[in-house]
C-alpha cells in the first residue's frame, strides 16, 4: 500500500485489499475450429442475440432510435440482421471465442443427428413485441438438461466472459473505481469474478448456459476433458500477478527536474518508478519499454521484464542498501 500525496492508495474496498486482479483469459490463439463447428457460429450469434433481447425487453427496455440508459431505450432491440454491423460482429466473435474457449478447456465437440425441428418460444405481445415491429424469438430449449459437466463448463464459460471483458477494458486504460465513471475510465467490475455483482453473475451464466443448451439441441455433442491435468491448468493460468495504481491527476513534464514522494506502509513486493505516456495501462511497471521500475523489496530495477540488482554505480542508479521496510519514505526521480 503507498501513500502518494498525501493520499492513501489502497485500491478496492478492504475485502479486495490484498487481491491483484489481472485478467487471465482462457488462451485460444492456438485453437482451430472444425468446420462442423464452425458452421453453428452465425446461428449462435443470433441466439446469443436474441437472449440479451428477451432479457432487456423483461428488464423494462424498449426499441428506441439512440440508447437513453434514463429511459430505457435501445436501438438494438430488432431482428440480428438489423444490427448495426459492429454489434453483429461482437455477437459473431463472441460466438467464435466461445466455441474456441470450450475446445481450450479439453472439451471434445462431435456432431450427432440434430432434431428435425427446432422451434422458438413464443412470447405474449405485451410486453415482447416492440415499436419497430421486432419480438424476440429464443430457441426453445426447455427440453435440454445440462449434466453436472455441463453445468461447470457453463460456470467456467461465465466467468471466462468477465476476464475477457475486463482485458479489453484495462487494455483500453479503464481502471478499479467505486462508480462507473466513462470520462475518467472507472469501473466498480474490475474485480476478480467472484467480487463481481450478482446481477452479472447471472446474466453471464444465463448466456453461457443459453450457449451450450444451444449447441445441444442443434445436435452437437460435447465431452469433457478425462482426468484434472487440463482443470488444473486452467486453474493454474488465472492465478493474478500484479496490481497498478494509477493517479487521479497525470501532468506533463517537458522541462527542469521533477520527483514524486512515496510512504511505504505495509511489507510486501511493490515498485515504484516512472512511464511515458503511451506505457500500454495493461502492462506492469517496467515491463515494456515505455516505463522503468525499482522493486525494494527484492532490490531489484526492472525494464522490459527483466530485474536486476543495483549497486551505487553513478547518478543513474537508484541507490538503496537494503530493502524497502515499512515506514520508509521515497523520492523517486527519473
Known sequence: MLSVAAQKQAGPLPVEDDIAYVPAPVDTAAIQLPSFVENIRDKLAESIHEMWAMGKIEAGWTFGERRDDTLGLHPCLTQFQNLPQAEKRYNVQLALQTLR?????????????????????????????????????????????????????????????????????????????????????????????????????????????????????????????????????????????QRTYRAENTYGVSAGKWYYEVEILSPGSCSVGWAKTDAAPDVSLGGDESSWAYDGSSEEKIFVGCGRRTARSGQSEILLESSWTPTIKLSCSP
Open 101 to 241: 474457449t470450450i475446445l481450450a478447456l479439453g472439451y471434445s465437440v462431435s456432431m450427432d443427428k440434430p432434431p428435425a425441428r427446432i422451434r422458438a418460444v413464443r412470447l405474449p405481445n405485451d410486453p415482447f413485441l416492440q415499436a419497430n415491429g421486432y419480438k424476440p424469438a429464443p430457441l426453445d430449449l426447455s427440453a435440454i438438461e445440462l449434466s453436472p459437466k455441463m453445468e461447470e463448463l457453463v460456470d467456467l464459460l461465465a466467468e471466462n466472459t468477465h476476464n475477457l471483458w475486463a482485458k479489453e477494458r484495462i487494455g483500453q486504460g479503464w481502471t478499479y473505481g467505486l462508480n462507473e465513471d466513462s470520462e475518467r475510465r472507472r469501473s466498480p467490475h474490475l474485480l476478480p469474478y467472484v467480487y463481481v455483482d450478482e446481477a452479472i453473475k447471472v446474466a453471464n451464466r444465463n448466456t453461457a448456459s443459453e450457449t451450450v443448451r444451444t449447441l445441444l439441441v442443434y445436435g452437437y455433442v460435447l465431452d469433457p476433458p478425462t482426468g484434472d491435468v487440463e482443470a488444473a491448468e486452467v486453474k493454474a493460468s488465472r492465478h493474478p500477478t
